[in-house]
Structures are given as structure tokens and as C-alpha cells.
């Protein structure tokens, strides 16, 4: 979170209430005859309508939950200050909600810009658990005639757990290749159009709502200029395309053509070195609709090139790179672990839920301040209040960069190296991030393959708060962090509902104590024994691996 929050508009604030009965719908085909497939929806709807709101309402959602295992929801980008236990990051911040059981999320929108929500339990996003949300300012910076969302999938041809048990998380995958999907998906539609008039301006909202892939989006023939990212607005900066990776939102205006005879698209592509054999489309397209049913224009040329360096962007609410008062270094790391499986790790400690959810950890008393209590494989860091926060995510796997998603807060992007064999120095790197006048700030960083990128944020916002990777597969399988941020003052200043922890009872889920139940730093009876590295995978540069993520037109440096 930043210090300045969008306080309530002067607009008479509404309450958006939603009754969500969340379960399988059945045949759904959103790739226009590629292939069919249940995915997971509300109401026996899917997709799932995105979420419209304005600066200042009350958002309501009750969740039933008719799937046969746990759920949550998570509304990835918002700070939930104040109500960390609406975060919805199940087995950190809330108990699930079980089967046949429901949940009220009841919270208000205190920021403005584009966001999106998810099931925040294994595979239940990639498998469609998934909407935009966008709140919107009533006293908007820019203009426009429309404003139009856009949420970018990719999309298996089976469900994620099928997929995770039988092609991925194997014993013989050794290394760890991810499986590719099979295409991408534009508003989880198979036809999709978005009306132009010559000279107008339009507002698009990119949500990448994708499991793996990064996806890159362009219209034939018209620039995009860059004005919000991860809900921070910037200074207009033009580009010919955007590459988003996992859960990254871009807002771009786009000013249709004076005068045109033809109608042009929209295309959203992927690219997979180890793309499906059958059923594969990589290139998807939305129509740019000047007139009903006039000519395509005969759009020729390669995808647009996507690169272009998101620390030149350049917020509009200055703020100055934040002096560090603590700082905390991730080393990420695949290997092969014994239990005869790849994981993705923070210094090789591959993250494994505790018995207590971390939010009643921190309630426990003094316990609550020492690392230690939220067990060995949970990669918690305590911070103290208000402090300014600078961290380091070192990226070990040369192959392939990885998004990284920070809950509760937007950080500033102090540094970055795209070099694979660059020693990363704390002191020389920390003096030039001084030196930024105005860092960019979001709430999800790419980090690049054998680099790094320095981040920092003030901890003004007491919770608890992952720290992952949004590439779903390495969450799934343990590349994630617990920040326990200020839990003397979340004892102080926040009381769990009683409705939050009939949860826990529901699934006999313990409420009080260490990861394990215990009074103390030290004892973790029941917990499962931290994994341990069996075999170094390395994945050095020369090593000949080919790591199997689709950054297909970006992010090769």
C-alpha cells in the first residue's frame, strides 16, 4: 500500500451486492469450436460478468460454495486496509470455505483503476473462477469516449488438476517444463467486438487473468498510449503493443483512425516452444468495428514489437523512492526435491501451508513477532509498522523470468537487471535506486530470467500478505512467502469476524498458536518436515534447458 489512498468521491457511494452460488458449468466452449470443456462459474453462468464499481461503494459478495472442494476469493490489486481477513488468500488470511458453506466478503472501495478477482485455492482460476473488476474515479485525469475491459486467458483443453497430476507435477519431469495451453481466450468469449467512430478515443483495460503464458495484444494499424498499470495512472506513454504477463493490467488509450472504409482487429497471441500438437491456436482476435459487416483490413505485417521498459513509466501522484529501513533478499530457486518432484522456491525452502492460518498467528500474542512462529516452510518475514521496506527478488532460473505478486500493497520498482551474469550488490544497487526521481509503481513484477528487480514499499497496512509467484503452476507447487506485516498493531486495530472464523470450525481448522497449534516459536509437532533439494537443477544458461514458459515476443533479456 502507498501512503495516499483515494479517499471516498464526492458521487453518492452504492452498495454492490452479489449472491455467487460458485460451481461447474458444464460444455462451455469460448474458443469458437476449438474445443469444449467444463470451467468453473456463478449462478450456472460462465464467464463470470466482470465487476463495475465506483470509488467509494461497498462491495458485498456472498459466496456458496457447490464445488467439491474448498474455495475463497481473492480481489488481486486492492489493499484491503484494515480488512486483511477479506484478502480471500486461503490458508494465510482466511479459512476456506467448504463445501456447501458460504462466506460474505463486505468491504469498501477505497482505489480506483483496474483489477480483477479470483478462487484463490490451486487450479480454480485457470479453470474460469476468474472476472475483471474495475473501479472506477469520478473525477478521471484523462478522457475518453468509452471504456472498454479486456481480460486476456489462457485456456487448456483439460481441467488444471487433470493436468497438474498427469503432465506436470511428475516424477519424470525433472526440470520442471511447464505444459503449454492450448490457445487464448479474449473476455473468456469466442466472439468478441468493440465499436469505433473516426477520431474518437477509447479507454481499453488489459486484465491478464492468464495461468502461464505471457500474451501479447495489439490492434492492426493503431497505437496504444500507456496511462495505468496495476492501477497506478502514468503519464501517456505510446506504444504498438503491450506484452502483459500473469496477472499484469495495462490501461492504454487508443484514438481510432479519421476516416477508414475497413473494420480491423484486435489480436491477443501467445508462443510456446512446446505447444499442443492438436487443438493449438496462438493468435485470438476481437473485431475493431468501424461499420457492421465492412472488409477486413488486410493486415500483413509481424506482431508489433511489444519491448519497452515499465521503470520509464512515469506515475502521476509523484512519489520519491522511499529510503530503506529494512530489507529483505528472496532467492528464487527450482530443484528437485525429495519427494521426487521440481519446485520452484524462495532459498530453497518450497512453501508448505501451516496447520493455523497465518492471520491467527498473528493474533496470538507476543508470539506473533517472531518469525519463527509461522513454522519452517512458510518463508514469513515479520516487519515492523511503518517502516520503509526494500526487497530483492533474485531470479536463480536463467531460462525464464517469473511475475511476482505482492498482496496488500503497490511497490515501487526501484531496480532492475536483465543480465543473466550480473552479480546483484546490495549497496551499489540500493545508492543508484536513491537517484530515481519517480519509480513506477504496481503490485505485480516480471522478474527477468537470471536477474533481479529491487522493490519498496512502506508497511503501513498490518496483515498478512503473500508474496508469490502468479504463474500458477509454481504457486501451486510451493514458490511463495508469508509478509507478516506490523501484527502488534493488527492486534490492536483489527478484530476477526465471528463469520470468518466459523470457517475454520467447519474444517476443524485451529485458531490459535504457531503454525501448528502450539504456544510457542518452537514446536511444530504435526506439521509436515520441510522438503529438501535432491538434486541441483540449476537451470544455468548453457545447461541446454528449455524451461517451457511462452515469453514469446518479450522479455528474452
Not at 34 to 56: C, E, H, M, S, Y
Request: glycine share 8%; charged share 20%.
Amino acid at each position: 500500500m502507498l501512503p495516499t489512498l483515494f479517499f471516498a468521491a464526492e458521487a453518492a457511494a452504492k452498495t454492490i451486492q452479489l449472491d455467487w452460488n460458485i460451481g461447474w458449468v458444464k460444455n462451455v466452449d469460448p474458443t469458437g469450436g476449438l474445443f469444449k470443456r467444463d470451467a468453473i462459474g456463478v449462478n450456472g453462468q460462465w464467464p463470470i460478468p466482470p465487476v463495475i464499481a465506483t470509488l467509494g461503494d461497498r462491495l458485498v459478495i456472498r459466496a456458496t460454495n457447490h464445488l467439491n472442494e474448498s474455495t475463497s476469493i481473492h480481489f488481486h490489486g486492492l489493499f484491503q486496509n484494515g480488512t486483511t481477513y477479506m484478502d480471500g488468500a486461503l490458508g494465510a488470511t482466511q479459512c476456506g470455505i467448504a463445501p456447501g458453506r458460504s462466506f460474505t466478503y463486505d468491504f469498501e472501495l477505497k482505489q480506483t483503476g483496474s483489477y480483477w478477482l479470483h478462487g484463490h485455492f490451486l487450479g480454480q482460476y485457470p479453470d474460469g473462477f476468474r472476472t475483471p473488476l474495475i473501479i472506477k474515479d469520478p473525477k478521471e485525469h484523462y478522457q475518453y469516449a468509452d471504456d472498454y475491459v479486456v481480460g486476456l486467458a489462457d485456456w487448456y483443453q483439460n481441467g488444471w488438476a487433470e493436468v497438474f497430476k498427469n503432465d506436470f507435477f511428475v516424477e519424470d519431469n525433472q526440470h520442471g517444463i511447464e505444459p503449454a495451453p492450448n490457445t487464448v481466450l479474449i473476455n473468456d468469449k469466442a466472439k468478441q467486438y468493440f465499436t469505433f467512430a473516426p477520431g474518437k478515443t477509447y479507454r481499453f483495460r488489459f486484465v491478464s487473468m492468464a495461468t502461464l503464458a505471457d500474451i501479447t495484444v495489439y490492434i492492426e494499424n493503431h497505437n496504444f498510449t500507456i496511462i495505468e498499470v496495476d492501477g497506478v495512472e502514468v503519464e501517456p506513454y505510446q506504444v504498438q503493443a503491450i506484452t502483459l504477463s500473469t496477472a499484469q493490467r495495462y490501461s492504454v488509450l487508443v484514438t481510432a483512425q479519421k476516416a477508414t472504409k475497413y473494420n480491423y482487429k484486435l489480436h491477443a497471441v501467445i508462443d510456446f516452444d512446446n505447444a499442443p500438437e492438436t487443438n493449438y491456436r496462438p493468435d485470438t482476435v476481437a473485431e475493431i468495428r468501424y461499420k457492421k459487416n465492412a472488409p477486413y483490413f488486410n493486415y500483413t505485417a509481424d506482431v508489433p514489437d511489444s519491448e519497452f521498459e515499465e521503470m520509464d513509466l512515469v506515475p502521476l501522484e509523484k512519489l520519491g523512492p522511499l529510503p530503506p529501513d529494512e530489507y529483505h533478499q528472496y532467492n528464487i530457486i527450482f530443484n528437485y526435491f525429495n519427494d521426487n518432484r521440481n519446485h520452484g522456491s524462495f532459498n530453497n525452502t518450497v512453501f508448505q501451508f501451516p496447520k493455523v492460518p497465518a492471520i491467527y498467528t498473528a493474533q496470538s500474542g507476543a508470539i506473533a513477532t517472531n518469525d519463527s512462529s509461522y513454522g519452517p516452510a512458510t518463508n514469513s518475514r515479520v516487519l515492523g509498522f511503518n517502516k520503509n521496506i526494500q526487497i530483492g527478488l533474485i531470479n536463480n532460473d536463467k531460462e525464464a523470468a517469473h511475475p511476482f505478486h505482492l498482496h496488500g500493497h503497490q511497490f515501487q520498482i526501484v531496480g532492475k537487471s536483465y543480465n543473466r551474469f550480473k552479480t546483484f550488490n546490495y549497496e551499489e544497487e540500493t545508492a543508484i535506486a536513491n537517484n530515481i526521481t519517480n519509480p513506477v509503481r504496481r503490485d505485480t513484477v516480471l522478474v527477468p530470467r537470471g536477474g533481479w528487480v529491487l522493490l519498496r514499499f512502506r508497511s503501513d497496512n498490518p496483515g498478512i500478505w503473500l508474496l508469490h509467484c502468479h504463474i500458477q503452476w509454481h504457486l501451486a507447487t510451493g514458490l511463495a512467502a508469508q509478509v507478516i506485516e506490523a501484527p502488534l498493531e493488527l492486534q490492536k486495530k483489527q478484530k476477526i469476524p465471528q463469520s470468518a472464523k466459523d470457517l475454520c470450525a467447519a474444517t476443524k481448522t485451529p485458531t490459535f498458536g504457531n503454525a501448528a497449534g502450539f504456544n510457542n516459536t518452537y514446536q511444530f509437532d504435526g506439521l509436515p518436515d520441510p522438503l529438501q533439494v535432491s538434486i541441483i537443477i540449476g537451470f544455468q544458461a548453457d545447461a541446454g534447458v528449455t524451461h517451457g514458459h511462452g515469453h514469446g515476443h518479450t522479455h528474452k533479456n
